[in-house]
Each structure stands twice: as structure tokens, then as C-alpha cells.
T-cell receptor, first 113, second 114 residues
């Protein structure tokens, strides 16, 4: 079956702009979670959605938001971009949630100039 | 404050020998632990998990040991193979998830020498 797909794979934005990243989970998976990976901080949990509801949210500012659609596809939005938002954003899906085996996408590399 | 620590940024092991990757945690609320492997330019891949009600879990060449009193877990790979060369992440979660969701260590880069 098809894996988790993320679009776009690469993105360059300037400070102050906003960005929307998309994630298509594996068919049948209802949980989608998002992570930010940076060299300094490693992998940090952003939020998890399950059946269109945000179930868990990490300690990120309100500029980071997300949503999940009825087909389980998810989007993540970052508003008023800052230089420090430059990172690899990973999406993962699973049947039941964070403790289940999560399948990760290849990530979206965001560069903020 | 890092709640999950992998103190060895890298580890070099000879092919065929045992690889032991370590992970320490500080939050006693964590009750479920997972290991993920990551190759360059790919997303992490799930390896193995363990609940705090157990102290050992095996899956083929991979065994995870949990020492709750020491707040320490380790991943053993026996025998190590060239394809095991990757970055390994330890992750932990609390009941109900919450703001921590899944907390990852910063990873250990395992290099298997031929």
C-alpha cells in the first residue's frame, strides 16, 4: 500500500509569510501527527489529530496550527514565519495514535529567509 | 529541559557484534517507550516498543530492555549488520499523551564497520 506522502518536499519562504504543509496518511489510518526536526532540538512533537479532532498538542506557539479532514488528510499551517522555523517537518500516521507504530513521511524541508 | 536523553551522539560497532544503544529519561510519568530508526533523506521507521509493565521485549535481532528504577532503556541489536547503520531515536509517552505527545531523544548515529 502507498506510504505517507507529504507535499511540498521543499519550500522557501521569507520572514512574516505563512505556509501550509500537507500530509496524506496511509489508507485506513485515522491518526496523523506532526513533528519539527532541527539540528539543535532534534525531533519535537507539534500535534496529533484523530478523526478530525486535535487530540494532543505540543509546546509550540499559536502560530503553528493544523487540521484534519474527513478523509484523514491533514494540513499544518505556520503563520508569521520566523527564521527559527526553518526545519524539516515530518508527518506520521497510524491506526490508533502515538503509541501505535507510526509511519513517517519523507518530510517537508522549510527554509525561512 | 530534555526529558529523554541519548548521551552518545554516535556509536561504531563491528559487523556481527552486538550494538547497544542507550536512552535515559527523567519523567517518571512516561510509561511507554519506542525506538525508531532513520536513514538519511527518509522519515523515521518504527523498530520496537515496550510498555512499563514489561522489562524486556524482543523482535528478531532487536531487543529492548527497560530498567524503570534507573529510568533507563537500551536497544540491543544482535548481530549487527551493515544495513543497521542509521540514526536511532528513543521516544517516550505518558498516559493520555498531552503536551509532550511523543518525546524523542536527539538520536544516536550507529555506524556498522565491515
Amino acid at each position: 500500500k502507498a506510504g505517507v506522502t507529504q507535499t511540498p518536499r521543499y519550500l522557501i519562504k521569507t520572514r512574516g509569510q505563512q505556509v501550509t504543509l500537507s500530509c496524506s496518511p496511509i489508507s485506513g489510518h485515522r491518526s496523523v501527527s506532526w513533528y519539527q526536526q532541527t539540528p539543535g532540538q532534534g525531533l519535537q512533537f507539534l500535534f496529533e489529530y484523530f478523526s478530525e479532532t486535535q487530540r494532543n498538542k505540543g509546546n509550540f506557539p499559536g502560530r503553528f496550527s493544523g487540521r484534519q479532514f474527513s478523509n484523514s488528510r491533514s494540513e499544518m499551517n505556520v503563520s508569521t514565519l520566523e527564521l527559527g522555523d526553518s526545519a524539516l517537518y515530518l508527518c506520521a500516521s497510524s491506526f490508533s495514535g502515538l503509541r501505535d507504530e507510526q509511519f513517517f513521511g519523507p518530510g517537508t524541508r522549510l527554509t525561512v529567509l | 529541559d530534555q526529558q529523554v536523553k541519548q548521551n552518545s551522539p554516535s556509536l561504531s560497532v563491528q559487523e556481527g557484534r552486538i550494538s547497544i544503544l542507550n536512552c535515559d529519561y527523567t519523567n517518571s510519568m512516561f510509561d511507554y517507550f519506542l525506538w525508531y530508526k532513520k536513514y538519511p533523506a527518509e522519515g523515521p521507521t518504527f523498530l520496537i516498543s515496550i510498555s512499563s509493565i514489561k522489562d524486556k521485549n524482543e523482535d528478531g535481532r532487536f531487543t529492548v530492555f527497560l530498567n524503570k528504577s534507573a529510568k533507563h532503556l537500551s536497544l540491543h541489536i544482535v548481530p549487527s549488520q551493515p544495513g543497521d547503520s542509521a540514526v536511532y531515536f528513543c521516544a517516550a509517552s505518558k498516559p493520555g499523551g498531552g503536551a509532550d505527545g511523543l518525546t524523542f531523544g536527539k538520536g544516536t548515529h550507529l555506524i556498522i564497520q565491515p
